[in-house]
């Protein structure tokens, strides 16, 4: 019995397995990431049918063992190999390929042949070993084998399939030419009572051994695979069984009057009075008398990982899906009709009868997909017809594409316009736009809004082409509207039609208060000169809410701007036609249809994890959570291309995700394509965990961005929520892959000058060139980045460092912080004085009291209550081979190991900013509090850089369907080079 633990900052982690949801709420600043140990269970091998396979051989949350200090820490992917307890009384043991039990028929064929079901139920998809297993299947409950079956399900779609296969009654059926038989129909092991009963029968002789050979020859395949004396059911008594005691194959069946052919679609009996949609793709009889029918399932939107959130969807819509089995013939209710409709945004299904349904994307439960049914003439009952469900495999494959290597990255014609909201200071757009320049994509952020005015400054600072607005998104959105009109207004709805007329304002331009005066200018009266911004809110705080100019007056200086509603601008008529006329040109604002893409981080402070007064029943209801809203209020207006939303993984955690479903489900109501990853900040590069939330849009016609895989190995240190951990971007288990080694904290800072805590330098120089390949790209000028320079030009010694400057620390915490030793794990704990127990709790040493120069004691009461006085953290350094937790806005070096590994402070702006991968060019505006939050709120530019690269892919078409892409080599370190522009497409 063994198991271990995964390093917290870089000491034994704090012990506080079973306190870990507790903790990350209670704990501030932590951003929900409290670290926490992880039990890893100790994989053994065994063989199974001549495979060898993996499984737990203990698991534990006893503390004693999850202290155990992990002699490995580097995991290859996050829940990859260790997989961890997400609460004391159901730990979730880990094994990738366990859940193929040695007992189960259901096993890969020795042919590596796909088994009969879609990728979605197939158990193994042997002709990619292991690699399309999801991360799901690896967890079992309390240690009970979750069916392999259904690895990629949602609980709702387990319990859907449940009430599908649920029907079981004594019937009498008429069985083709048989005469009439009484059977028991199994077609699960659910043994509810249907009370419906019918006659249900095929039709017709059965097909030539041929012709079924041909069409359906897995099941024959499959059939003839098993071994004597085992059963003919695979997966028996599980949601998706197979049955392959097949005897012939039939084209019709007869059920209760109605005729049915393959390819049509059937009401299908469910749980009670419910009735599931389905498309009938085979008839068979089985050795044992018995009349299947092989369905392919549609789901409702409320069915889908959506859930409740999507009850205001269409109820005659539905969702295509691979998902297949096997069923009794008597589960037939009726025949329905299927409309397949174009992808379309903003349809309205006024065109289809209420008895009908229609289906205009495909959704898979990997990565909650909703995709485009690729075309109108890429019928779905083409679709239905394939023979064997393995060939459905490549449309929900999530296993990589090869890597796709841009020849000469050469730069695509077409510029597209970024919206960045709730922008910070552009992070997540910063990357995206060197991202896909990468894909030979141009992205540039053109608008970007935030309510932080020292964020839009250091957004402004860094991104001089961006039109940045220090406004909320809620006003924004009423400008957008506003402007919209105006522009309809001035513009006459025709940009061809703009009036060439300039107003000479003379005798409609002045103002006096708010009275507008049409005579000469009199003594106390101003004259407008003209109009030089909008904005909608109350920027001068009059207490007045709206539409507002800023008014340059004549005579007068840009300082003596002020801003004027536009109800006294009414004789100001010219200047507001000139002021739309040039902004609609230089599209100060976009217009609808203008931005390309749009993305964003609402915040959800309402559900953030360090918030204890969140509302956790309700929290779209939480004012604090309205942005995700006013967000998607946003996305509906302007109708981009792309959208691409970040949020914290609490929005999958908190209200049964119900921020996460609503999400997903306004993109989907729009018509949008959608698909949400987790990824971790680490696994592309990074010396920080961080784990993140994305969502993908992408219009009908447009092809839906891929998640990238990991370029990097990264440590972990805590999970997603379990309901969502197969949406987590990585590898799957067995899926070959070439992971660079973690980046640790050496890797990232250890080239810059030694400062002290007592720094205040604005600026200064290196005085070691780069050591390390994050350190060189890192380094890189914007120009070097960009491609507008060849890299390297710039010498390091005339190089400016800006930000390498720490948060000044009280004095006492200083002195305090002079007692922890340089060295690995050094904290609080090794202050004089400390005493701790077996327990682990710390207590104060009365013989030992140490006082500080202003006569305080040298432990500060706290650390005695913080954690219930079990924590490592106050006053921890992080160590050179450490990754850290999380960079969050603010470094509490009460809270967080937040210290530098040899010298007495915290870490600096830069050190932070690096470990956001924002490169050293990159400059942040406010005082020292502002600019680390800024740094913390953002998104880590090395993986926003990672999806613009996906976006750029997608826009060019040059994508796979899958859910996930493979990076190019190198791709964390790499800046395009000259060459790769020279010649455009
Ligand atoms: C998580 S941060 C976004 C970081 C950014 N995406 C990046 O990568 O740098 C959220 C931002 O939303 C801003 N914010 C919060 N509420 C807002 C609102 N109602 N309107 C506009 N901005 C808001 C905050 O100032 C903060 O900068």
């Given at each position: 019995?063994?198991?271990?633990?995964?390093?917290?900052?870089?000491?034994?982690?704090?012990?506080?397995?079973?306190?870990?949801?507790?903790?990350?709420?209670?704990?501030?600043?932590?951003?929900?990431?409290?670290?926490?140990?992880?039990?890893?269970?100790?994989?053994?091998?065994?063989?199974?049918?001549?495979?060898?396979?993996?499984?737990?051989?203990?698991?534990?949350?006893?503390?004693?063992?999850?202290?155990?200090?992990?002699?490995?820490?580097?995991?290859?992917?996050?829940?990859?190999?260790?997989?961890?307890?997400?609460?004391?009384?159901?730990?979730?043991?880990?094994?990738?390929?366990?859940?193929?039990?040695?007992?189960?028929?259901?096993?890969?064929?020795?042919?590596?042949?796909?088994?009969?079901?879609?990728?979605?139920?197939?158990?193994?998809?042997?002709?990619?070993?292991?690699?399309?297993?999801?991360?799901?299947?690896?967890?079992?409950?309390?240690?009970?084998?979750?069916?392999?079956?259904?690895?990629?399900?949602?609980?709702?779609?387990?319990?859907?399939?449940?009430?599908?296969?649920?029907?079981?009654?004594?019937?009498?059926?008429?069985?083709?030419?048989?005469?009439?038989?009484?059977?028991?129909?199994?077609?699960?092991?659910?043994?509810?009572?249907?009370?419906?009963?019918?006659?249900?029968?095929?039709?017709?002789?059965?097909?030539?051994?041929?012709?079924?050979?041909?069409?359906?020859?897995?099941?024959?395949?499959?059939?003839?695979?098993?071994?004597?004396?085992?059963?003919?059911?695979?997966?028996?008594?599980?949601?998706?069984?197979?049955?392959?005691?097949?005897?012939?194959?039939?084209?019709?069946?007869?059920?209760?009057?109605?005729?049915?052919?393959?390819?049509?679609?059937?009401?299908?009996?469910?749980?009670?009075?419910?009735?599931?949609?389905?498309?009938?793709?085979?008839?068979?009889?089985?050795?044992?008398?018995?009349?299947?029918?092989?369905?392919?399932?549609?789901?409702?939107?409320?069915?889908?990982?959506?859930?409740?959130?999507?009850?205001?969807?269409?109820?005659?819509?539905?969702?295509?899906?691979?998902?297949?089995?096997?069923?009794?013939?008597?589960?037939?209710?009726?025949?329905?009709?299927?409309?397949?409709?174009?992808?379309?945004?903003?349809?309205?299904?006024?065109?289809?009868?209420?008895?009908?349904?229609?289906?205009?994307?495909?959704?898979?439960?990997?990565?909650?997909?909703?995709?485009?049914?690729?075309?109108?003439?890429?019928?779905?009952?083409?679709?239905?017809?394939?023979?064997?469900?393995?060939?459905?495999?490549?449309?929900?494959?999530?296993?990589?594409?090869?890597?796709?290597?841009?020849?000469?990255?050469?730069?695509?014609?077409?510029?597209?316009?970024?919206?960045?909201?709730?922008?910070?200071?552009?992070g997540?757009?910063?990357g995206?736009?060197?991202?896909?320049?990468?894909?030979?994509?141009?992205?540039?952020?053109?608008?970007?809004?935030?309510?932080?005015?020292?964020?839009?400054?250091?957004?402004?600072?860094?991104?001089?082409?961006?039109?940045?607005?220090?406004?909320?998104?809620?006003?924004?959105?009423?400008?957008?509207?506003?402007?919209?009109?105006?522009?309809?207004?001035?513009?006459?709805?025709?940009?061809?039609?703009?009036?060439?007329?300039?107003?000479?304002?003379?005798?409609?331009?002045?103002?006096?208060?708010?009275?507008?005066?049409?005579?000469?200018?009199?003594?106390?009266?101003?004259?407008?000169?003209?109009?030089?911004?909008?904005?909608?809110?109350?920027?001068?705080?009059?207490?007045?809410?709206?539409?507002?100019?800023?008014?340059?007056?004549?005579?007068?200086?840009?300082?003596?701007?002020?801003?004027?509603?536009?109800?006294?601008?009414?004789?100001?008529?010219?200047?507001?036609?000139?002021?739309?006329?040039?902004?609609?040109?230089?599209?100060?604002?976009?217009?609808?249809?203008?931005?390309?893409?749009?993305?964003?981080?609402?915040?959800?402070?309402?559900?953030?994890?360090?918030?204890?007064?969140?509302?956790?029943?309700?929290?779209?209801?939480?004012?604090?959570?309205?942005?995700?809203?006013?967000?998607?209020?946003?996305?509906?207006?302007?109708?981009?291309?792309?959208?691409?939303?970040?949020?914290?993984?609490?929005?999958?955690?908190?209200?049964?995700?119900?921020?996460?479903?609503?999400?997903?489900?306004?993109?989907?109501?729009?018509?949008?394509?959608?698909?949400?990853?987790?990824?971790?900040a680490g696994?592309y590069g990074l010396p920080q965990?961080r784990?993140?939330?994305?969502?993908?849009?992408?219009?009908?016609?447009?092809?839906?961005?891929?998640?990238?895989?990991?370029?990097?190995?990264?440590?972990?240190?805590?999970?997603?929520?379990?309901?969502?951990?197969?949406?987590?971007?990585?590898?799957?288990?067995?899926?070959?892959?070439?992971?660079?080694?973690?980046i640790v904290l050496r890797d990232a800072i250890s080239d810059l000058p030694?400062?002290?805590?007592?720094?205040?330098?604005?600026?200064?120089?290196y005085?070691?060139?780069p050591e390390t390949e994050f350190q060189k790209y890192i380094r890189l000028?914007?120009?070097?980045?960009?491609?507008?320079?060849?890299?390297?030009?710039?010498?390091?010694?005339?190089?400016?460092l800006t930000d390498h400057r720490p948060?000044?620390?009280?004095?006492?915490?200083?002195?305090?912080?002079?007692?922890?030793?340089?060295?690995?794990?050094?904290?609080?704990?090794?202050?004089?004085?400390?005493?701790?127990?077996?327990?682990?709790?710390?207590?104060?040493?009365?013989?030992?009291?140490?006082?500080?120069?202003?006569?305080?004691?040298?432990?500060?009461?706290?650390?005695?209550?913080?954690?219930?006085?079990?924590?490592?953290?106050?006053?921890?350094?992080v160590?050179w081979?450490?990754n850290v937790?999380?960079v969050?806005?603010?470094p509490?070096?009460?809270?967080?190991?937040?210290?530098h590994?040899?010298?007495?402070?915290?870490l600096t702006l830069r050190e932070y900013a690096r470990l956001q991968g924002f490169p050293d060019h990159y400059r942040f505006?406010?005082?020292?509090?502002?600019r680390y939050?800024?740094v913390g709120?953002a998104?880590a530019v090395s993986?926003?850089?990672?999806?613009?690269?996906?976006?750029?892919?997608?826009?060019?078409?040059?994508?796979?369907?899958?859910?996930?892409?493979?990076?190019?080599?190198?791709?964390a370190f790499?800046?395009?080079?000259?060459?790769?522009?020279?010649?455009?497409?």
């Amino acid at each position: 019995m063994s198991s271990t633990t995964v390093e917290v900052n870089g000491t034994e982690s704090d012990t506080l397995p079973l306190t870990l949801h507790a903790l990350r709420s209670d704990f501030p600043d932590n951003d929900g990431e409290s670290p926490a140990t992880v039990p890893v269970p100790v994989l053994n091998s065994s063989l199974v049918n001549g495979e060898s396979v993996q499984t737990p051989a203990s698991f534990t949350t006893d503390e004693s063992i999850v202290t155990t200090k992990c002699s490995s820490p580097k995991i290859s992917v996050p829940g990859e190999v260790l997989e961890r307890s997400t609460s004391p009384n159901s730990p979730r043991l880990s094994s990738p390929t366990a859940l193929i039990d040695a007992t189960s028929d259901y096993q890969q064929s020795p042919e590596n042949k796909p088994l009969p079901s879609s990728p979605i139920s197939s158990p193994v998809t042997s002709e990619r070993g292991n690699a399309g297993r999801s991360k799901s299947e690896r967890l079992t409950q309390n240690g009970i084998r979750r069916s392999p079956r259904l690895r990629g399900e949602t609980t709702a779609d387990r319990r859907k399939l449940k009430r599908i296969m649920s029907c079981e009654e004594e019937v009498t059926v008429q069985q083709g030419n048989d005469s009439c038989k009484k059977i028991k129909l199994t077609a699960s092991s659910n043994k509810k009572q249907s009370k419906q009963k019918g006659v249900s029968f095929f039709v017709g002789e059965p097909v030539t051994e041929h012709e079924a050979q041909e069409r359906w020859g897995w099941r024959y395949e499959l059939k003839g695979k098993i071994r004597k004396g085992r059963s003919w059911v695979l997966n028996a008594g599980g949601e998706d069984e197979v049955h392959v005691n097949v005897v012939c194959h039939y084209l019709q069946a007869d059920v209760n009057g109605c005729i049915f052919n393959l390819g049509d679609c059937a009401h299908i009996k469910g749980e009670g009075k419910q009735q599931h949609v389905g498309r009938i793709v085979e008839f068979f009889k089985t050795s044992d008398d018995k009349s299947y029918f092989r369905v392919q399932w549609f789901f409702r939107a409320e069915d889908t990982v959506m859930k409740t959130a999507a009850a205001l969807h269409d109820k005659n819509r539905l969702f295509f899906s691979t998902l297949m089995n096997d069923n009794l013939l008597e589960c037939i209710v009726s025949k329905v009709k299927v409309i397949e409709k174009a992808p379309m945004l903003g349809f309205q299904s006024t065109s289809i009868q209420p008895s009908e349904y229609y289906c205009d994307m495909e959704y898979s439960v990997k990565y909650s997909t909703f995709r485009s049914l690729v075309t109108a003439t890429d019928s779905l009952v083409a679709r239905c017809d394939l023979t064997t469900p393995s060939s459905l495999d490549t449309n929900n494959m999530t296993i990589a594409t090869a890597p796709l290597e841009i020849s000469g990255c050469q730069l695509y014609k077409t510029e597209l316009a970024l919206l960045d909201l709730y922008a910070g200071c552009g992070g997540m757009s910063t990357g995206l736009c060197l991202g896909a320049k990468l894909s030979g994509v141009k992205l540039v952020t053109r608008w970007a809004i935030d309510y932080h005015k020292s964020a839009c400054d250091s957004l402004k600072l860094n991104h001089p082409e961006t039109e940045v607005r220090h406004i909320t998104a809620e006003d924004f959105l009423a400008l957008l509207k506003e402007w919209e009109k105006l522009c309809k207004t001035y513009l006459l709805d025709d940009p061809d039609k703009i009036i060439e007329t300039s107003c000479d304002g003379e005798n409609e331009s002045r103002i006096n208060g708010s009275s507008l005066l049409e005579t000469d200018v009199a003594p106390g009266e101003y004259e407008v000169s003209s109009l030089v911004d909008i904005c909608y809110g109350d920027p001068s705080r009059t207490g007045q809410h709206g539409l507002k100019f800023k008014v340059r007056w004549k005579g007068y200086d840009p300082s003596d701007d002020t801003w004027e509603p536009i109800e006294a601008l009414s004789d100001c008529q010219g200047h507001i036609q000139d002021f739309v006329r040039s902004g609609y040109k230089s599209k100060i604002l976009p217009c609808p249809g203008d931005a390309d893409v749009i993305c964003g981080g609402p915040p959800c402070q309402g559900i953030s994890g360090y918030n204890r007064f969140r509302n956790t029943d309700d929290p779209l209801n939480d004012e604090r959570n309205q942005q995700i809203i006013v967000f998607f209020d946003i996305v509906k207006f302007l109708n981009p291309k792309y959208v691409l939303m970040e949020n914290v993984a609490d929005i999958l955690r908190f209200d049964k995700a119900s921020l996460g479903r609503y999400a997903l489900s306004r993109l989907v109501h729009m018509n949008y394509q959608a698909r949400l990853g987790i990824m971790a900040a680490g696994s592309y590069g990074l010396p920080q965990f961080r784990l993140r939330v994305f969502l993908w849009g992408a219009h009908p016609n447009e092809k839906l961005p891929q998640f990238p895989l990991p370029t990097h190995e990264v440590i972990v240190r805590y999970f997603p929520p379990a309901e969502f951990e197969q949406n987590t971007v990585a590898y799957d288990e067995g899926q070959p892959r070439k992971l660079q080694e973690a980046i640790v904290l050496r890797d990232a800072i250890s080239d810059l000058p030694a400062v002290t805590s007592h720094e205040t330098r604005e600026e200064m120089t290196y005085d070691m060139p780069p050591e390390t390949e994050f350190q060189k790209y890192i380094r890189l000028t914007k120009d070097e980045l960009t491609g507008s320079v060849p890299k390297g030009v710039t010498d390091w010694k005339s190089s400016v460092l800006t930000d390498h400057r720490p948060y000044k620390l009280s004095e006492d915490d200083f002195h305090r912080l002079c007692h922890v030793p340089r060295k690995k794990g050094a904290n609080f704990r090794d202050f004089p004085g400390i005493i701790v127990r077996a327990d682990n709790t710390v207590h104060r040493d009365p013989a030992k009291e140490v006082l500080l120069p202003s006569g305080r004691p040298l432990i500060p009461d706290y650390v005695f209550t913080f954690e219930k006085g079990k924590s490592k953290r106050p006053f921890a350094r992080v160590w050179w081979d450490e990754n850290v937790p999380t960079v969050v806005t603010f470094p509490n070096l009460h809270s967080q190991a937040a210290v530098h590994p040899e010298q007495d402070r915290v870490l600096t702006l830069r050190e932070y900013a690096r470990l956001q991968g924002f490169p050293d060019h990159y400059r942040f505006c406010g005082n020292v509090k502002e600019r680390y939050c800024q740094v913390g709120n953002a998104v880590a530019v090395s993986v926003s850089k990672t999806l613009g690269y996906a976006l750029g892919m997608a826009f060019r078409k040059l994508s796979g369907d899958e859910a996930l892409m493979t990076l190019p080599s190198d791709f964390a370190f790499r800046a395009p080079s000259l060459d790769d522009f020279s010649t455009p497409l």
